[in-house]
Antibody
């Protein structure tokens, strides 16, 4: 059973960098066919896809965040990380890491495993 | 970006009811449409992918239909555990985008 767990500071000051790590168990982030994403949910709002790290190490970012964003392999173990620079109150949200997989036909992607989420508040 | 519009934003229903939620894409997305269920305080869970395919382990009372721009999630015989918020998500192109959700609560 694949499990994902987010970790990182719950409070970040404006203009600083938000850093989160997702620890994956039950599967390797270098396994073929999977894409390791970050998704956020503003309080009481819908979901916003942030970007992904592919099993090959490639990344793809939401253009709305691209200039401030970096997703990379974590520093230890089976992890991947998110760094978002120059944060403002608008970055206050629940942050989820999730695995995206391709179906057996090889055509359709969907998020099949999610972490429980971590709330990040941007405030001085 | 492709905009996903869900309706209604909320609805009240009783156990045993049939519930229908719609999702409209701002452009043709073929069948690259997924549905998720999110309960309060929990992460979303995939119900249906490719518009109509039930994810393994999801009860058969959930079904999806549609293609192009208009999609529907139907819950037949609503159960107590189905009271939740439902999101659609397009995977036709990046950035992947979600609808704002439909909250299903108890009448």
């Amino acid at each position: 059973q694949v499990q994902l767990q987010e970790s990182g500071p719950g409070l970040v000051k404006p203009s600083q960098t938000l850093s989160l790590t997702c620890t994956v168990s039950g599967g390797s982030i270098s396994s073929g066919g999977y894409y390791w994403s970050w998704i956020r949910q503003h309080p009481g709002k819908g979901l916003e896809w942030i970007g992904y790290l592919s099993y090959t190490g490639n990344t793809y970012y939401n253009p709305s965040l691209k200039s401030r964003l970096s997703i990379s392999v974590g520093t230890s173990g089976n992890q991947f990380s998110l760094r978002l620079n120059s944060v403002t109150a608008a970055d206050t949200a629940m942050y989820y890491c999730a695995r995206e997989r391709i179906d057996r036909s090889g055509s359709y992607f969907f998020f099949d495993y999610w972490g429980q989420g971590t709330l990040v508040t941007v405030s001085s | 970006d492709i905009q996903m519009t869900q309706s209604p934003s909320s609805l009240s229903a009783s156990v045993g009811d049939r519930v229908t939620i719609t999702c409209r894409a701002s452009q043709n997305i073929s069948i690259y449409l997924n549905w998720y269920q999110q309960k309060v305080g929990k992460a979303p869970k995939v119900l249906i992918y490719a518009a109509t395919i039930l994810q393994s382990g999801v009860p058969s009372r959930f079904s999806g239909s549609g293609s192009g721009t208009d999609f529907t999630l139907t819950i037949n015989s609503l159960q107590p555990g189905d009271f939740a918020t439902y999101f659609c998500q397009q995977d036709y192109n990046s950035p992947k985008t979600f609808g704002l959700g439909t909250k299903v609560d108890i009448k």
